[in-house]
């Protein structure tokens, strides 16, 4: 059991003074520098978030894809060529595996996965490419089925 006074210690400090640099004397301070070390460290990674963001190339405009263009496999890779992206970096920044990837650009139908990891996969594709998800979902998944219903006759 502790002593009156070796609590007078903490609070006072060791001198004995009221007002010394005991430990919760010096309790504000603590809670101060920690709060300004928490916020050093977020803006540090809003920071390094910002840089990175930065050295990606902006995305272009929407491309406007005529009306009676067939969503294929080809037409996603030329758009992806022409905005300068590469597999990996489409890759890395939709988190769908470069085999997908290309799989979907070789219109590879039965390689491909279940329809409703396709459709997620497109659209994501879509919005990285700038142009209208909806559009190449529906598209892309209209070719999947007529070919998966030539194959199945």
């Known amino acids: 059991p502790q ?40 803006m540090a990674q809003v920071s390094a978030h910002v840089a990175a963001r930065a050295r990606e190339p902006a995305r272009q405009r929407p491309i406007e894809i005529p ?6 496999g080809e037409l996603l890779r030329q758009i992806r060529q022409s905005r300068g992206l590469t597999l990996q970096q489409v890759a890395d920044r939709t988190r769908i595996s470069t085999r997908h990837l290309e799989n979907v650009e070789a219109d590879r139908y039965e390689a491909l996965p279940a329809t409703v990891y396709l459709r997620g996969f497109l659209m994501s594709l879509a919005r ?26």
């Open 67 to 72: 009306p009676d263009a067939v969503i294929n």
């Open 128 to 153: 990285e490419l700038g142009i209208d998800p909806l559009r190449v979902s529906k598209g892309y998944l209209a070719l999947v089925e007529k070919h998966a219903g030539s194959k199945g006759r």
């Open 3 to 42: 002593t009156r006074g070796s609590n007078e210690a903490v609070l006072t400090g060791a001198s004995g003074e009221p007002g010394g640099r005991g430990v919760l004397a010096q309790a504000p301070v603590m809670a101060q520098e920690s709060a300004i070390a928490a916020a050093e460290s977020a």
